[in-house]
């Protein structure tokens, strides 16, 4: 019987976003008769335990701050240790500060290393962009980007790779967790009003301020129409943004038209029962899943053009690109509200879409087609028994 290639995931973070959620994506996907999936976390968390919940090991190192020089190559030698006594054949890093502790480690151990690109690169002495940048000293034998538009924006930097593969994120609905009328009534929706949703923290960046705008001048011409703001603020930052966005509802005369769900563990379910999604992040969003998953529920999608969202949604077909501004954002929104018979089509072409491109078995087929030809191809792995 032919042996199981085992892959080390390092991951850099122990609370659940949307990094973690492709992790988690990929360890619920992944072959178990081919892989054996094992994740190292550089801290310890709540995500880490709801990994080891899917029978996956789950070592951890607390790495501290990458300035702790001792601390940080102390952390180096733990995971190459970890690499060579578990006989792990792959490393596979998620975002920039995983693969400096993983690509480091992957070259100290003498096995091959790919750095997934997860967020827009950029050149900067923040603490992320000096991160960034060491990064690109560590050994890899393959660059993954989640969009093209990352890629680009990658290929600009110092000592970066030009060959890299982009590789779109892919999803799979749970089933229905509660119904239309359940998630409506509890929140004063009629069945019949229209409702339009943003999904996502509560950041700046994610332009929570323009969908209330747009909300506002949506209301004057339909007073009727709903809007729901669903998210929370993550590991309980901008915790000062989610207040000023609360008073310019109440600012904008919005208290009875918009409501805020909070962080809610059934989005799924959620998105089933409006009738638009909106995405209006004001920085380009690398790729984002709330795209995918709106077109997944058959909902028309809303995004600003920025970043990965022109390489999910279809424009004009299964919903609209859009400037950052809360007039574009007003305009498209009201465009629907007066038609939604174009509302309808425009949702299921984007389900047609989500079928075709971004399903979680089509990106798995992708990733692990991947790993087979790096195992076999790369002079790390030539002889060497798993």
Known sequence: MKSKSKILYVQAAAERGGVETILLNYLKGLDRERFEPHVFFTCDGPFRREVEELGVPVPFFDCGQVREVSRTVKAIRTIADYVQQHDIALVHNHGDKAHFYGGFAASLAHVPAIHHLHGVPSVSFSRDGVIGLLSLLAAREHTWAVSEA???????????DQ??????????????QASEQDWRAQYGVRPDQFLV?????LQRWKGIHLFIEAAAQVAKRYPDVCFWIVGGSLFGLEE???????ELVVKLGLEKNLKFLGHCNQVYSV????????????NPDPFPTVVLEGMACGKPVIATNLGGAPEAIAAEQTGFLIPPSSEALADSILQLVADRQRSLAMGQAGYHRYNQEFTLDKMMDSVQKMYAQMLKSSPLTQGKTR
Request: some cysteine; aromatic content about 6%.
């Open 163 to 176: 060959q890299v593969q982009v590789l779109h994120n892919g999803i799979r609905l749970p089933p229905p």
């Open 150 to 160: 990352v890629a680009r924006e990658f290929r600009k930097l110092p000592l970066a």
């Open 240 to 246: 000062d943004y989610a207040k000023d966005c609360r």
């Open 271 to 282: 998105m089933e029962t409006v009738d638009v999604v909106v995405n209006a992040s004001i």
């Open 197 to 201: 949703a943003l999904f996502a923290r």
